[in-house]
């Protein structure tokens, strides 16, 4: 007797029945026998060994499950039997890692996608990453009970720096996506501090190199000019200015001073740019109180974020730009966050204002976002004077950096230093501007001023444009979907695709990506469509960022060729009449062509109905002509037919015999197809653990009448041809 150990799996069942005809049962644990706990015995007559090679080649190709249970195999030259057991085998999940998008200098977003949730009903998905492929950090899990794309955003990165990255999901064992990378961008060394000065009796826009040199002065219209505010891409300032005579309002300049243009004709103030410095959020008193606000940045489509009668004001961006916190006031001042379009706000310190004396003169102040994201500082007299403090996004971690009084932060573009204004306590027209690490070291005073804004590092986040075109080549079936990449926006390449469906504003399927290097038309052909059908369709691109063209719409033409009747033969004696119910696949290719890779002339998926002992459908549409002709259904292998002639109405076509068992559709019925089955087997529709693709009869049970099916079928491939 030959005793082998391994671990639990179900090949060794299918091996025994397909190959050699043998009949296997399992034994219960005896008490005598010394064996781990939950080991069976598994005993099979069989014909001797070395007698069927197929056989000897599969029992050594065993297949190892991961829980770690051992059973014991008994091959015996005699029959043996012991009670009834039976076992589960477990279906492993399936993760892909996808490009990192929306990168900057300190951020980025992790993309995966899960393919397949296994024989799990949930599945734990996370992101391992570093700055090396050995060495990973994991972000938090995320748990998810269906398949689709996820993503997580990376903050406090470093700046032109490779980062390795890769998805990972737990269910029914760990499965991992490949190894990726991708680079944040570089930090150009350029950056200035825009300020405000009075030495000349005005209130002038300065700027200033962050090591004191290079002092220039920017305005010279002796107004008062206040709040400056440079764009992302160090190459405009936003400031309030009462030069045409106004109470101020929000302007517009070139970093050298030059082509000043008003944006805002009622009184505003606080001007911030968005990260991508396509809009200016501001501060504006109209209505009963003061406001956020948001425009453009030429100044149109100006629009109140907050609501009438709220006080609000000083806005600052988070680097994704989608977030605005701001300075709120009830009886004493707050610092509170919302959503770009003004919604989810919600108190991050001193929410009702009970925490400071009600009075305008305390509380927390002048918010200002880290461009790594990891960061907000503000302002706040919680101390008795006021300083300077930081804290994380979420209001959490409020650690005070500053030893002398202090307001107006403003950070340095990679995030490691905070400059400040120092005002003189005597002389409040009279303020120095100062530079200190963001643990509040170094503190050195750089000149004379009030209100520091740093510029940018000239690197903006732009993302991707693209337009939508009109579909051609339209069939019964078929059509063509046209988009223009107009623009890569940052980023060096973008992913073009489509989205298209036949409801309007919900459009489910979506078409493989491409990757683009350059800015041009793409485009690709939609098959298996029906006719007299009007769909809708947008394109897609993602680089850094996400935009889509506009939904446009196509109408497939009616069917108005010939019509082909078919007729097909089901495995399964007992299939119910609903199991004669199913959905056939049917192309139609040039004589001669690769079925596998070829795009078809036509192509139709249509629903079966029972005739005797067939089940039969038409395609309608076909042109005159001989076809090579395919027919597959949802877990069968796919029939060919070469050179059929279709020569006018009413054509019969029989596609033979569909061989049912391709659980996993990869065109091989094989062990992969059992361990669906196996994982399946005994279940019924409705309940848990129960698979479709393992029902091969559509009974809605999986048992083993299926089994049977498999086992007629097993070892044969793709396509099976029709004579």
Same mark, same amino acid.
């Given at each position: 007797m030959t005793i082998m150990r391994y671990r639990k799996v179900v090949q060794l069942l299918v091996t025994l029945l397909l190959v050699s005809n043998a009949f296997l049962i399992y034994e219960q644990p005896q008490a005598a026998a010394a064996r781990v706990p939950g080991e069976h015995l598994l005993?099979?007559?069989?014909?001797?060994?070395?007698?069927?090679?197929?056989?000897?080649?599969? &029992?050594?190709?065993?297949?190892?499950?991961?829980?770690?249970? /051992?059973?014991?195999?008994?091959?015996?030259?005699?029959?043996?039997?012991?009670?009834?057991?039976?076992?589960?085998?477990?279906?492993?999940?399936?993760?892909?890692?996808?490009?990192?998008?929306?990168?900057? &200098?300190?951020?980025?977003?992790?993309?995966?996608? /899960?393919?397949? /949730?296994?024989?799990?009903?949930?599945?734990?998905?996370?992101?391992?990453?570093?700055?090396?492929? &050995?060495?990973?950090?994991?972000?938090?899990?995320?748990?998810?009970?269906?398949?689709?794309?996820?993503?997580?955003?990376?903050?406090?990165?470093?700046?032109?720096?490779?980062?390795?990255?890769?998805?990972?999901?737990?269910?029914d064992g760990t499965f991992y996506g490949d190894d990726l990378t991708f680079s944040t961008l570089t930090l150009t060394p350029s950056a200035k501090i825009a300020f405000v000065s009075d030495v000349t009796g005005s209130r002038e826009i300065y700027m200033i190199n962050p090591d004191g040199s290079n002092r220039t002065r920017l305005t010279y219209d002796y107004a008062n000019n206040a709040y400056p505010a440079v764009s992302p891409d160090s190459i405009r300032i936003a400031y309030?200015?009462?030069?045409?005579?106004?109470?101020?309002?929000?302007?517009?300049?070139?970093?050298?001073?030059?082509?000043?243009?008003? &944006?805002?004709?009622?009184?505003?103030?606080?001007?911030?740019?968005?990260?991508?410095?396509?809009?200016?959020?501001?501060?504006?008193?109209?209505?009963?109180?003061?406001?956020?606000?948001?425009?453009?940045?030429?100044?149109?489509n100006q629009t109140r974020l907050t609501p009438d009668g709220i006080y609000a004001t000083s806005p600052t961006w988070s680097p994704d730009g989608t977030k605005i916190a701001y300075e709120?006031?009830?009886?004493?001042?707050?610092?509170?966050?919302?959503?770009?379009?003004?919604?989810?706000?919600?108190?991050?310190?001193?929410?009702?204002?009970?925490?400071?004396?009600?009075?305008?003169?305390?509380?927390?102040?002048?918010?200002?976002?880290?461009?790594?994201?990891?960061?907000?500082?503000?302002?706040?007299?919680?101390?008795?004077?006021?300083?300077?403090?930081?804290?994380?996004?979420?209001?959490?971690?409020?650690?005070?950096?500053?030893?002398?009084?202090?307001?107006?932060?403003?950070?340095?573009?990679?995030?490691?230093?905070?400059?400040?204004n120092n005002p003189d306590i005597g002389n409040p027209d009279i303020g120095y501007i100062w530079i200190m690490n963001i643990d509040g070291t170094n503190q050195v005073q750089l000149t004379e001023g009030f209100e520091p804004s740093w510029s940018g590092d000239g690197t903006v986040v732009i993302p991707p444009t693209v337009t939508t075109d009109n579909a051609n080549n339209i069939t019964t079936t078929s059509t063509r979907l046209n988009g223009n990449l107009t623009s890569l926006g940052s980023a060096p390449s973008a992913n073009v695709s489509f989205e298209w469906g036949t409801t309007s504003g919900s459009l489910t399927q979506r078409t493989a990506n491409h990757m683009m290097d350059s800015t041009g038309n793409f485009s690709i052909n939609l098959t298996g469509l029906s006719a007299t059908t009007t769909y809708y369709f947008r394109a897609k691109a993602v680089g850094d960022g996400t935009t889509y063209g506009v939904e446009k719409t196509f109408t497939t033409a009616t069917s108005s060729g010939i019509t082909v009747n078919l007729s097909a033969a089901l495995q399964g004696g007992s299939r119910p009449d609903a199991g004669w119910i199913i959905p056939l696949t049917v192309k139609f290719f040039t004589p001669g062509a690769n079925i596998l890779t070829a795009t078809p002339v036509y192509q139709s998926t249509v629903t079966t109905t029972k005739s005797g002992t067939t089940a039969v459908a038409s395609v309608t549409g076909v042109t005159a002509g001989n076809y090579d002709v395919t027919a597959v259904s949802s877990h069968t292998l796919v029939n060919v037919k070469l050179n059929v002639a279709i020569a006018g109405s009413g054509t019969n076509l029989n596609m033979g015999t569909l061989l049912e068992g391709n659980a996993n559709h990869d065109g091989i019925i094989n062990m992969l197809d059992f361990s669906t089955l196996a994982a399946s087997f005994g279940k019924s529709s409705g309940n848990a653990g129960y698979d479709p693709r393992a029902d091969f009869d559509r009974s809605g049970q999986v048992n083993m009448l299926d089994f049977s099916l498999l086992a007629s079928n097993f070892g044969k491939t793709a396509p099976v041809s029709v004579p």
């Open positions: 005993t099979a007559t069989l014909p001797p060994k070395g007698g069927n090679p197929k056989l000897d080649s599969m &029992l050594n190709r065993l297949i190892e499950t991961s829980d770690g249970n /051992l059973i014991q195999a008994s091959v015996r030259s005699g029959p043996s039997f012991g009670l009834e057991n039976s076992f589960t085998t477990l279906d492993p999940l399936s993760v892909t890692t996808n490009n990192a998008t929306n990168i900057t &200098l300190y951020s980025a977003q992790l993309n995966g996608e /899960l393919n397949f /949730l296994g024989s799990a009903t949930s599945a734990n998905i996370s992101f391992l990453w570093g700055s090396s492929s &050995l060495v990973y950090t994991e972000t938090p899990l995320q748990a998810i009970n269906s398949t689709g794309n996820f993503s997580f955003i990376l903050t406090g990165l470093s700046s032109n720096t490779t980062y390795h990255f890769r998805a990972k999901a737990v269910g309030m200015s009462t030069q045409d005579g106004g109470g101020g309002e929000i302007y517009i300049m070139n970093a050298d001073g030059t082509a000043q243009t008003r &944006l805002f004709t009622a009184w505003g103030a606080w001007p911030a740019w968005s990260p991508d410095g396509s809009k200016i959020a501001f501060t504006s008193n109209l209505g009963s109180s003061l406001g956020i606000w948001v425009m453009n940045a030429n100044g149109s709120h006031y009830v009886g004493s001042y707050g610092i509170s966050v919302m959503n770009a379009d003004g919604s989810g706000q919600h108190a991050l310190t001193n929410p009702d204002g009970s925490q400071y004396p009600p009075s305008n003169l305390y509380g927390d102040k002048n918010p200002a976002w880290s461009p790594d994201g990891s960061k907000i500082a503000f302002s706040s007299t919680r101390s008795g004077t006021t300083q300077i403090y930081t804290m994380d996004p979420d209001g959490g971690n409020q650690i005070r950096v500053t030893d002398v009084e202090a307001d107006m932060p403003t950070w340095s573009p990679d995030s490691s230093r905070i400059a400040f």
